[in-house]
């Protein structure tokens, strides 16, 4: 196939497709230019994350580890046509999956992991990389990341096969599995095209036309209760740590209003009255320490007080976070009130 490339109406020039090369070419390119999988096609709103090429799982190097900003995880299997191993790019790419949910449960050793990928290609962290990729306040990367470490901790994985052509057998089988199995499996056809120092992509989605009928198979998991909440929050962090925070910071909050309650959620914890949710006001306990963040203006009265206070705070994307380690939770008691009673104005 070749297509036409002119200027203005004229000179036209007639390009013929480039061969990739390299599978580790296709790679870099994904890498580096995640919109080449059109994600987007399923829903507009979709945007794609690439944090690690060449993942180490048991079974293999996953080519590219992604997400999106729902927390979904994208497993990234790539191919080039002449490759004879395209016949079994599936069961290779369910294989990583099965070895990703199996030996990476300890979500703090996963994200290590990722993190060092990600500081070295593009010197952040990867909350940073996260925060400022999908433009999120970080309450809000807490619960993505929450819905990620759900995700692989339940095998719950988004399966991308990209390559310079998919053959005929390759896409039913993609949608056989996407229409008789919990699966998402998508593939990937990319033409690539190079004209003087411009290159053309156009990607092309398969797979996502299947629409799953399938829930009368598998029912849905009941949501968590309160208490296997707070039994997840232990296996986080620690009971120590989830002790701190139910007697000593609730016992501060509790002077500031005596009808506080303590609610557990899966990325987060949040303080009720009379069973009502403020949203401006949440907690995310670490092993070490308790992050206290409100959704307010920057205000100088609260900064001054924070410098007089001598506490671990800042203000960034009109939230103010605290960082306050579970053994000075009483020491800075006077700031950690004023903190609270902030949220309530």
């Given at each position: 196939m070749a297509i036409i490339i002119s200027k203005n109406g004229k000179d036209?020039?007639?390009v013929n497709k480039t061969p990739f090369g390299l599978e580790e070419h296709i790679q870099q390119y994904i890498y580096e230019n995640p919109e080449s999988i059109p994600l987007y096609d399923i829903n507009d709103d979709i945007k794609l994350l690439i944090l690690a090429r060449e993942f180490p799982t048991q079974s293999g190097p996953i080519d590219a580890l992604g997400i999106d900003k729902n927390g979904n995880v994208y497993l990234v299997e790539t191919k080039l046509y002449k490759n004879p191993d395209k016949r079994t790019v599936i069961a290779q790419v369910l294989d990583y999956g099965a070895s990703l949910w199996k030996h990476h449960k300890d979500f703090d050793s996963f994200m290590l992991r990722i993190d060092n990928a990600v500081q070295e290609n593009f010197h952040q962290t990867a909350r940073e990389r996260i925060q400022s990729f999908f433009s999120l306040e970080e309450t809000e990367v807490e619960e993505l990341l929450g819905s990620m470490a759900e995700n692989i901790n339940g095998g719950n994985f988004k399966f991308v096969?990209?390559?310079d052509s998919l053959h005929d057998q390759l896409k039913d089988l993609i949608?056989?599995?996407?229409?008789?199995?919990k699966f998402d499996i998508y593939g990937v056809e990319v033409e690539y095209y190079q004209h003087d120092e411009f290159e053309i992509i156009i990607p092309k989605l398969f797979?996502?036309?299947v629409k799953k009928?399938?829930?009368d198979r598998r029912p849905s998991l009941p949501a968590m209760s309160e208490e296997e909440l707070r039994e997840m929050w232990i296996g986080r962090v620690s009971e120590t740590s989830i002790h701190s925070i139910e007697d000593g910071f609730m016992n501060i909050a509790k002077e500031v209003d005596s009808e506080f309650e303590l609610k557990y959620h899966k990325s987060h914890l949040r303080l009720t009255q009379n069973g009502q949710q403020n949203d401006l006001f949440a907690m995310v306990p670490q092993k070490n320490?308790?992050?206290?963040f409100l959704k307010i203006p920057f205000s100088e009265?609260?900064?001054?007080?924070?410098?007089?206070a001598n506490v671990d705070l800042e203000h960034r994307r009109n939230e103010y976070k605290l960082k306050v380690e579970y053994e000075n939770i009483s020491k800075q008691r006077e700031f950690i009130k004023y903190f609270i009673d902030k949220f309530l104005l």
């Open positions: 036209a020039v007639k096969v990209l390559m949608l056989y599995m996407n229409q008789n199995s797979g996502a036309e009928d399938i829930s320490y308790l992050l206290l009265e609260i900064n001054a007080k924070g410098k007089e």
